[in-house]
């Protein structure tokens, strides 16, 4: 099937054949869907601390910073261009009309002046036309107006990273999102004066990213008194995936080599493997507020932070009894109880196993790497929700599943996903080492059956493309997983430009 300048090329990208054999072998048999036994609620399932717990949690949390012998990361996937987010100002640019005429295009116009990069926008339409916003709107030139927000000429938001747009306005300046990660970071995940934060990044936007955190990087640290440690990383070229036509077989750029994708954020599985931590942050880039309602944010950081150590700390006594034989019968029962009750983990088939084999499926189940999810009520908004799903083992365990991964045909299951009260805004803390202070390989924890297909072109043709499971779906598959639900007003994500002229983000 390959050439030996397919083979060449493959191994050019650290990816071995027989992964690439197996890729296409996933495309042509397509992914099973997953065997559901409900969706998480409060009822069952998700986490709802009360005010004591709450401060306790919080507690918990600072006690454990002040152990001063943890390391504690901020990740942000911060990869790809904010093209989408301005995909209806680039249908007005298009448009066969000069005037606002869709609901968000006046929108946009009405209240131009309350976006961040207001400002810096009307300096451009001044240096490339002679003339501010004001003017340019008045003699009807809207298209003008979009062209110095959008393309290369003006601000080129366009192509820019998300991370690197002006989201909010201060009385001294305007800061990006990646800003506003810096300043998450010094409120709730420094720990002795330092602070570390991963951006993951397109190799495209790198520089930009370097060169605005050597710009920006004293400041903060002089604002909140402590030292940054920030690191980037691109999306492996090995976890890239073979694209293949619609039959089946692998799609050929025009020189006749083969075309590989990005595997989606799942990807980043990788990049989070790379990272020396004992608690990571996850969230994304956009999910920033001012300031001014940045308390909330940091509140419910801690208490989903302080949730995951106290369990931690609970898994490691467990796990430590269970090495050391020094448990009786009495022991595995309240083991069997913390792992169905609190890491909400359960198998019908316990009843049936000796002890030995009991001993070892509950060491199993407990050292494993961890992760607490904040999940907000659903109102509609796009994302994966809170669920419980089997395993290949016959275990039931909480699991964040997107639509992609639920079988359409099956009546019940597209009810439990439309009925379910809570979504997953990708708000989590992890817990990455064992008990003995050695790394996990997250890689080995990934379900592989996650993934999914999806369709595409490049240059009006058809593709099939392979998505990897993803980073908080099936790469987190095989983690222990505690739903808490956090207040909807910590989620705030920027999918169009318009969106930054919400409350939330003025």
């Not at 065997?35 to 601390?49: D, T």
């Not at 968000?104 to 451009?124: G, H, R, Y």
């Not at 339409?125 to 003006?154: P, R, S």
């Not at 369990?311 to 009786?328: C, E, H, M, P, R």
Request: glycine share 6%; proline share 4%.
């Amino acid at each position: 099937m390959f050439t030996d300048a397919d083979k060449k090329q493959i191994e050019s990208r650290g990816i071995s054949i027989a992964r690439v054999e197996h890729q296409l072998e996933q495309i042509k048999q397509g992914f099973p869907f997953l065997r559901l036994e409900g969706a998480a609620s409060v009822e069952k399932g998700i986490v709802v601390p009360n005010e004591t717990e709450q401060q306790i949690a919080r507690q918990k949390w600072e006690d454990y910073k002040k152990e001063g012998r943890h390391k504690v990361v901020k990740f942000i996937p911060a990869s790809g261009a904010a093209s989408r987010m301005f995909k209806n100002m680039f249908a007005f640019l298009t448009a066969d009309y000069d005037t606002p005429s869709t609901d968000f295009e006046k929108k946009f116009f009405a209240d131009i002046k309350q976006f961040a990069f207001f400002k810096t926008l009307d300096k451009k339409c001044q240096a490339n036309h002679g003339k501010t916003i004001d003017q340019l709107i008045t003699e009807g030139n809207y298209k003008a107006v979009v062209a110095n927000m959008l393309n290369n000429e003006g601000m080129n938001f366009g192509q820019l990273p998300k991370g690197m747009l002006l989201f909010h306005n201060y009385k001294d300046d305007a800061r990006t999102p990646m800003e506003e990660h810096l300043v998450e970071a010094a409120l709730y995940a420094s720990v002795d004066g330092e602070a570390n934060i991963h951006f993951t990044v397109s190799h495209d936007h790198l520089d930009l990213f370097e060169k605005k955190v050597a710009e920006k990087k004293d400041y903060y640290e002089q604002k909140f008194g402590i030292h940054y440690n920030i690191s980037f990383s691109e999306q492996k070229p090995s976890t890239d995936t073979i694209a293949t036509n619609p039959d089946n077989t692998p799609f050929r750029n025009e020189d006749g080599s083969l075309l590989f994708r990005p595997g989606g954020h799942g990807a980043l599985i990788e990049n989070l493997n790379d990272i020396d931590a004992d608690i990571v942050f996850v969230k994304n880039i956009d999910n920033v507020v001012p300031d001014r309602l940045k308390a909330e944010t940091v509140l419910w950081k801690q208490i989903i932070a302080g949730v995951l150590v106290e369990t931690q700390q609970k898994v490691f006594a467990y796990i430590q009894a269970l090495d050391s034989g020094a448990y009786n019968h009495s022991k595995l029962e309240e083991i069997i109880r913390f792992v169905q009750r609190d890491l909400c983990c359960r198998n019908a088939d316990l009843k049936h196993f000796e002890d030995a084999e009991l001993v070892s499926y509950l060491k199993r189940k407990l050292n494993r790497p961890m992760r607490v999810c904040g999940v907000v009520k659903n109102v509609g908004e796009p994302g994966g929700g809170p669920f419980f799903a089997y395993n290949a083992d016959g275990s039931v365990s909480l699991q964040i599943l997107e639509s992609s991964q639920i079988d359409k045909s099956n009546a019940d299951y597209v009810k439990m996903f439309t009925d379910g009260t809570h979504f997953n805004p990708v708000d989590l803390v992890c817990a990455i080492k064992d008990y003995e202070g050695n790394a996990f390989n997250l890689v080995d924890y990934v379900d592989e059956s996650t993934g999914f297909i999806s369709s595409k072109s490049k240059n009006g043709r058809e593709l099939k493309a392979l998505e990897l499971p993803g980073l908080w779906n099936g790469a987190m598959s095989d983690w222990n997983t505690i739903f808490v639900e956090v207040p909807l007003s910590t989620f705030n994500p920027v999918k169009t430009v318009n969106d930054l002229l919400r409350d939330s983000h003025q």
